[in-house]
């Protein structure tokens, strides 16, 4: 069982930064792909970044260029920097992980959520 615990999350103004960090319980990244993902109110969970076990990266095209997703293996922690917040980034951020590979039945685990408000 792998437990996800997210942190960072607040109150910015519009062209602020947060970092967020997920603290996982194990050392993991070498087994899951890591992932953040988001939900603003009444829309759906959307994938925001991912890293996999070898440290690749990708982005929703919504964040590329503003937001960075990395991981400090020693720490079994994953982070994700943003910059440049604009107010639609709104939303609870929830860390993820996921079974690399190609896997019948892939383990799946999400943190509690941590909010984060863009606001002036």
């Known amino acids: 069982q792998v437990q996800l615990v997210e942190s960072g999350g607040g109150l910015v103004q519009p062209g602020g930064s947060l970092r967020l960090s997920c603290a996982a319980s194990g050392s993991i990244f070498n087994s899951y792909t890591m992932a953040w993902y988001r939900q603003a109110p009444g829309k759906q969970r959307e994938l925001v970044a991912t890293i996999t076990t070898i440290g690749n990266t990708n982005y929703a095209d919504s964040v590329k260029g503003r937001f960075t997703i990395s991981r400090d293996s020693a720490k079994n922690t994953m982070y994700l920097q943003m910059n440049s917040l604009k107010p639609e980034d709104t939303a609870v951020y929830y860390c993820?992980?996921?079974?690399?590979?190609?896997?019948?039945?892939?383990?799946?685990?999400w943190g509690q959520g941590t909010q984060v408000t863009v606001s002036s």
């Open positions: 993820n992980a996921r079974t690399a590979g190609v896997v019948l039945f892939p383990n799946v685990y």
